[in-house]
């Protein structure tokens, strides 16, 4: 797979870093990832616990690697299969760009407008103080929002692109909690790869 990047662009924020490249991959590299992806990944619908109530998780996911290390989210515990060849290629292409490892890979499956991820941070233990998080987004764009936890004038929105690339370091997770939201749009699929580091804890 031939990945190339157009211009990077920076967002210099309080206590945050952000990378986004609009065009990490060709519109058929895209494509045809997107379409290998949604037919080879193992795709699991967990259950989600919120404030005593379980329901299922509004999207589908799934987690590959190369340690055996389990990860854990919202009550959901999350062991990966091995990495694929087609995820491995990924892999170390993203980390020529960024300029960090990654051994494990969280896929997510937004089947329609109706499936969502709620402010959150990715700030569990399993992945260090500042973790570096790669996000490869493909299929229909929908909007990243992201807030500051004190600073109320500080919230975003970036619209994730087909075959774009955005890499979120330095304090991100620990002030900054993000989001997928719903919409009632009539809206595609999306696949979103999500590369971390699980360190020793």
Known sequence: MQLFSSEKQDYKLPNAQLEYYPQFLTQDEADQLFNNLKQQT??????????????KQPRLTALYGST?????YSNIVMHPEPFTPLLLNIKEQ???????????VLLNLYRDGNDSNGWHADNEKELGKY???ASLSLGEERPFHFKHRTL???RHKLILQHGSLLIMK????????HQIAKT????????NLTFRQLVDI
């Open 152 to 154: 109320k004038s500080q």
């Open 184 to 191: 009632k749009k009539q809206i595609g699929e999306r696949i």
């Open 42 to 55: 193992t795709w699991r619908h967990d259950d989600i616990t919120v404030f005593g109530k379980s329901y």
């Open 68 to 72: 055996s290390k389990p990860y854990g």
């Open 131 to 133: 973790p570096v998080i």
């Open 94 to 104: 993203i980390e020529k760009r960024a300029g960090h490892q990654f051994n494990i």
């Open 170 to 177: 330095g304090e991100m997770q620990h002030y900054w909690l």
